[in-house]
């Protein structure tokens, strides 16, 4: 189970940027991937999810609004669609999952198969 985030960049406030999660060696419909942050000194939080059982979402209240997920079965792959950046958006940008199949979002505590992280950065 390989999952490799990318997408991050430097982007001023008020723009957007478009992260993927890409899944290797799984096939992610069948999982439940969420979308996590960690701002430098802080606490990693959690961003959203996507289920797997009806591709459902779940978003923190913080990013309501200006933040979607979505998946494309046939590229295998998670997005994270982000707009309206703000600069307490700047963190590393992480997508993971529990690894098990047929799951609504789970906490985050059971998250087990992490990705690289790709670096957000919002500033002018």
């Known amino acids: 189970v390989q999952l490799q985030a990318s997408g991050g960049g430097l982007v001023q406030p008020g723009g957007s940027l478009r992260l993927s999660c890409a899944a290797s060696g799984f096939t992610l419909y069948y999982y439940a991937i969420g979308w996590f942050r960690q701002a430098p000194g802080k606490e990693r939080e959690g961003v959203g999810c996507?289920?797997?059982?009806?591709?459902?979402?779940y978003l923190t209240d913080s990013v309501k609004g200006r933040f979607t997920i979505s998946r494309d079965n046939a590229k295998n792959t998670v997005y994270l669609q982000m707009n309206s950046l703000k600069p307490e958006d700047t963190a590393v940008y992480y997508c993971?999952?529990?690894?098990?199949?047929?799951?609504?979002?789970?906490?985050?505590?059971?998250?087990?198969?992490w990705g690289q992280g790709t670096q957000v950065t919002v500033s002018s």
């Open positions: 993971a999952t529990d690894g098990v199949a047929g799951t609504l979002c789970p906490p985050s505590y059971e998250y087990e198969y």
């Open positions: 996507i289920s797997s059982s009806d591709g459902s979402t």
